[in-house]
């Protein structure tokens, strides 16, 4: 699978935000759209366009456009954070929706909606939420796109776990990853170390 871990200045300073414990939510939502677009701007760095002719003021000169725009999928709630920076970047984007909540006992993801495209075949999509821990919120989401066709998938993600990028793998599914970084591993509660605590909580409080 193919990972690009975003290793930037600017990127590392926005994460340390994120992992302050001392950032309240209204700084970490902010410092999330931050790096959101830096992660979003590197994950479509190799995008297709089309050219076109477009009209200067003073002349005709190429133009260009993405040859296929994306549906980016938000994984609710912390990825709610990372959807209005995407599709400000990318306007042309559909958007779809996942929710699932992790069971804190079994640490296994709990589905409760779902909001996609039927035909997914001929579209990349960009699946957004900041953490990837064990990989099992990813993996369903994955799994509902790859059922509606979906052949080029990325995970755009703040903070992954060399569990949950080996979970991505070895799941054989068209996807590839970009993340600000890899971390150490998972706590016996399944919490990324050193990671930022649980995304959804630091932006919109417990659950
Ligand atoms: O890789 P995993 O082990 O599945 O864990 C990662 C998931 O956990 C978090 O969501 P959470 O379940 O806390 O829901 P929330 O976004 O509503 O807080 C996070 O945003 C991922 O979706
Ligand atoms: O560290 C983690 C693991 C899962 N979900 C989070 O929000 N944080
Ligand atoms: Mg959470």
């Known amino acids: 699978m193919n990972t690009r871990v975003v290793d930037h200045p600017l990127a590392a300073t926005l994460l340390t935000t994120l992992r302050d414990s001392r950032t309240d939510n209204a700084a970490?939502?902010?410092?999330?759209?931050?790096?959101?677009?830096?992660?979003?701007?590197?994950?479509?760095?190799?995008?297709?366009?089309?050219?076109?002719?477009?009209?200067?003021?003073?002349?005709?000169?190429?133009?260009?456009?993405?040859?296929?725009p994306p549906l980016l999928v938000p994984v609710l709630r912390a990825g709610l954070g990372m959807v209005d920076t995407a599709s400000q970047l990318v306007p042309q984007a559909g958007v779809g929706f996942v929710g699932i909540a992790r069971d804190e006992e079994t640490h296994?993801?709990?589905?409760?909606?779902?909001?996609?495209?039927?035909?997914?075949?001929?579209?990349?999509v960009y699946v957004l939420d900041p953490m990837l821990a064990t990989g099992g919120s990813m993996l369903h989401t994955i799994e509902?796109?790859?059922?509606?066709?979906?052949?080029?998938?990325?995970?755009?993600?703040?903070?992954?776990?060399?569990?949950?990028?080996?979970?991505?793998?070895?799941?054989?599914?068209?996807?590839?990853?970009?993340?600000?970084?890899?971390?150490?591993?998972?706590?016996?509660?399944?919490?990324?170390?050193p990671g930022l605590g649980d995304a959804g909580d630091r932006q919109f409080g417990p659950r």
């Open 28 to 68: 970490f939502r902010a410092a999330l759209r931050s790096l959101t677009h830096m992660l979003v701007y590197e994950a479509m760095r190799d995008a297709p366009v089309a050219r076109f002719d477009v009209e200067t003021p003073l002349t005709t000169t190429d133009g260009f456009a993405l040859a296929n």
């Open 108 to 124: 296994q993801p709990v589905p409760y909606l779902e909001s996609l495209p039927a035909d997914l075949s001929p579209t990349p």
């Open 144 to 193: 509902l796109l790859v059922a509606r066709g979906a052949a080029d998938i990325t995970a755009v993600c703040v903070v992954a776990a060399p569990e949950g990028v080996a979970a991505l793998e070895a799941s054989g599914h068209p996807v590839r990853l970009v993340t600000a970084a890899v971390d150490a591993g998972l706590d016996d509660d399944a919490y990324i170390v």
